[in-house]
């Protein structure tokens, strides 16, 4: 189970590990260990039987019932298929692309972009360790949320550095000259200010711009353009300029930086789904299919082991080692067969349950969908599918999708069908995107046009799927 919600972007380390951890596993390439350790291993835990009449240390005195009955019938009588090719790709995985060099993103952080431009300062020693405590404290977005007392505070403790909280704002206001412009910022109103006096400050429309923000930001944030254009004696034209220069500002300047190291800055798909003139086709992403084995090395120790007429006890305890290491590989090997087999199982489930999506790309061809529907077809347990939706990634021809995208509940239409909650939340995204920006429809509205649509839905219902949808109220969608 703890395998199963391994991300695929992560399974080759995990393999690695147990590779490292497990002698008796490796590779199923001809020429993947060409110095076999269990061969290197082979004269020192298994030696030969001492020559007749030679005393043994390690001869049992009587104690070692445990290793008089070692049974390792199962591993040296069976078919030369059984063990040695004990593996885990078979003929319907094809040969993995993935030993292709992929090409690997050289990123400079947001921090390090500023503190390469600290050099650029004329600061003593005091002045730069101050500095860089200030860029240390500022967020991946840009901001300065720290206040200026507890970055003396922490000077003092953490360094030893002594300094006041004039020096300290003197410093942010060097910083604030760095670019991106708007960075080292306490709040939005201060960094959206200091983008707009890198402008020119001949133009009309920035200098609105910066009286709006500057005495009416709580007017502008809730789009009260009545108060703004009443109270600075705008005309329709001269708000709408100056609007469009603000909407052009960055509210998070540190955001257009990359974030080194985030797992989540890309993702690697675990399936893939082609459409061959109307049939899907559905393929397992290779990384998920390793060829693994057991090691022929250890089984041919095993031989030796059996063939020898004297077995001593330092044989024995080498002999259940490497019975033990086997077993560890067979389970691995099996766990990952059993990965494979889940994964497929419920993507194939899926993708017949969503077939017309997969063909079409249109999600209001999308069926009401839960966890039960899956697992009664997959006769896996509810929470197997569910770690398998919340933690896997699909690409099709419209785009990467997780796995829980595809799930959703049922609503009721005037004839009595049942529609998935995706295909309504389409409709409305697509009903408010077409609405006239000037006049912005309210949520009465919406709800008015989706029953005229036959779905029936409630007000609060449609408030819901709008604020999951992430799309604010009509007030807040209106533009000039």
């Known amino acids: 189970m703890k395998l199963l919600q391994v991300p695929t972007a992560n399974l080759e380390e995990r393999i690695k590990e147990e590779l490292e951890e497990n002698p008796a596993l490796e590779y199923g390439e001809e020429d993947a260990h060409e110095d076999d350790p269990a061969k290197e291993m082979q004269d020192e835990t298994v030696p030969a039987a001492t020559e007749e009449g030679e005393e043994d240390e390690f001869e049992p005195d009587g104690s070692e019932n445990e290793y008089d009955n070692i049974d390792i019938s199962e591993y040296v009588n069976e078919g030369d298929d059984d063990i040695a090719d004990y593996r885990l790709r078979d003929d ?69 550095i002594q300094t006041d909280e004039e020096e300290i704002r003197q410093l942010i206001k060097k910083i604030q000259e760095f670019d991106p412009p708007g960075v080292c910022c306490s709040d939005l109103k201060e960094c959206l200010l200091l983008q707009l006096k890198r402008k020119p400050q001949d133009d009309p429309g920035v200098q609105t711009a910066y009286q709006i923000l500057d005495s009416y930001f709580d007017e502008f944030t809730k789009k009260h353009y009545e108060k703004i254009q009443k109270g600075l004696n705008l005309t329709d034209e001269g708000l709408k300029e100056a609007i469009n220069q603000i909407i052009r500002l960055t509210p998070k300047p540190g955001g257009n930086y990359a974030t080194v190291n985030k797992a989540e800055s890309y993702v690697v798909p675990d399936f893939f789904i082609f459409n061959n003139n109307g049939k899907l086709e559905l393929t397992l992403n290779s990384k998920n299919a390793p060829d693994l084995r057991i090691s022929e090395g250890y089984r041919e120790m095993l031989k030796e082991y059996d063939r020898g007429d004297k077995k001593d006890r330092r044989q024995k305890e080498a002999v259940l080692f490497i019975k033990q290491k086997i077993d560890a590989a067979k389970w691995f090997i099996d766990a990952i067969k059993q990965r494979q087999h889940t994964l ?89 995107e077409g609405e006239n920006k000037r006049k912005p429809l309210s949520d009465e509205n919406l709800t ?28 807040l969608r209106k533009e000039l």
């Open 92 to 160: 319907n995985y094809p040969d993995p692309d993935e030993n292709k060099t992929i090409p690997v993103r050289v990123e400079t952080s947001f921090h390090e972009h500023l503190l390469s431009q600290l050099g650029m300062l004329e600061l003593d020693d005091h002045q730069q360790a101050i500095a860089e405590q200030i860029i240390g404290s500022i967020d991946d977005d840009g901001y300065l949320r720290r206040e200026v007392s507890a970055i003396v505070d922490d000077l003092s403790f953490s360094q030893n």
């Open 344 to 432: 497929l199982s419920t993507m194939e489930s899926i993708m017949d349950y969503q077939r017309e999506f997969f063909l079409t790309g249109d999600e209001t061809t999308m069926k009401p969908m839960i966890l039960k529907d899956i697992a009664d077809i997959t006769q896996l347990d509810i929470s197997t599918v569910s770690r398998v939706a919340n933690s896997k990634y699909v690409q099709t021809e419209f785009g990467t999708f997780k796995l829980k995208f595809f799930f959703s509940e049922s609503l009721s239409t005037d004839s009595g069908e049942e529609v998935s909650t995706r295909e309504v939340k389409k409709i409305l995204s697509d009903l408010i």
């Open 448 to 475: 008015k046009m989706l029953q005229d649509k036959g779905y029936n839905i409630a007000r609060r219902t449609v408030a819901k799927y709008r604020e999951q949808l992430n799309i604010p109220v009509a007030r």
